[in-house]
């Protein structure tokens, strides 16, 4: 199966392609992501299967099958529980990821919609667990690669705007009051659950 995650796709990308071209002309080893792929992440769940493994060293006696069913039922409410369309604000350029290959992202202000949004998914997550076997699920999702970064108090919500294939400072850009609109949230790769 491939990685779940919830986002929302970036509405108008203009201002962001003339960020990611100040970019390229300043620092030569940069690589912009494709204006279809710009989206905030408002939460990873991961890869199923892995997840799957993990909780099977907690809860060795639950079928692979049931995790599924429980996943499906655990993710389907939140189509319709995550904000239809959000404004954020840019904050400052961030540098993410592996710093031998950073990510460069605009940092945007967390706004009370997201934190809502992201509230909502981890407490489902926790209760997810909990109805699984998994005993402490705030430890579980911590402990976790994929669930830890997205649970973690210092996520920055970000919009990803490519890769270095080599580290070097970003230049400073004034992002100013630059708003940014997002589509409605989805989950993408919800669909193979349903299939799997």
């Known amino acids: 199966m491939k990685r779940i995650w919830i986002e929302?796709?970036?509405?108008?990308?203009?201002?962001?392609?003339e960020v990611q071209k100040i970019?390229?002309?300043?620092?030569?080893?940069?690589?912009t992501y494709d204006k279809d792929k710009?989206?905030?992440?408002?939460?990873?769940?991961?890869?199923?299967?892995?997840?799957?493994?993990?909780?099977?060293?907690?809860?060795?006696?639950?079928?692979?099958?049931?995790?599924?069913?429980?996943?499906?039922?655990?993710?389907k409410p939140f189509v319709e529980l995550l904000p239809r369309e959000?404004?954020?604000?840019a904050d400052s350029l961030v540098l993410l990821g592996n710093p031998?290959?950073?990510?460069?992202?605009?940092?945007?202000?967390?706004?009370?919609?997201?934190?809502?949004?992201?509230?909502?998914?981890?407490?489902?997550?926790?209760h997810f667990l909990l109805q699984l076997g998994v005993t402490d699920p705030q430890a579980f999702i911590l402990n976790n690669k994929n669930l830890g970064k997205s649970y973690n108090k210092d996520y920055i919500p970000h919009i990803t705007l490519g890769t270095m294939l080599v580290p070097e400072d970003p230049p400073k850009i004034c992002l100013g009051e630059k708003l940014f609109?997002?589509?409605?949230?989805?989950?993408?790769n919800f669909d193979q659950l349903k299939l799997g």
């Open 8 to 17: 929302q796709k970036v509405k108008d990308t203009d201002e962001i392609l």
């Open 86 to 89: 959000t404004v954020l604000k």
């Open 23 to 31: 970019l390229i002309n300043s620092i030569p080893v940069f690589r």
């Open 100 to 126: 031998k290959t950073p990510k460069i992202g605009i940092k945007l202000i967390k706004s009370s919609t997201l934190k809502r949004a992201r509230e909502r998914v981890i407490y489902g997550l926790e």
């Open 181 to 188: 609109h997002f589509e409605p949230s989805y989950i993408v």
């Open 38 to 75: 710009l989206h905030l992440t408002v939460f990873n769940i991961g890869i199923p299967d892995n997840l799957y493994e993990e909780i099977d060293k907690i809860v060795p006696n639950l079928s692979y099958e049931n995790y599924i069913d429980m996943l499906f039922a655990l993710l």
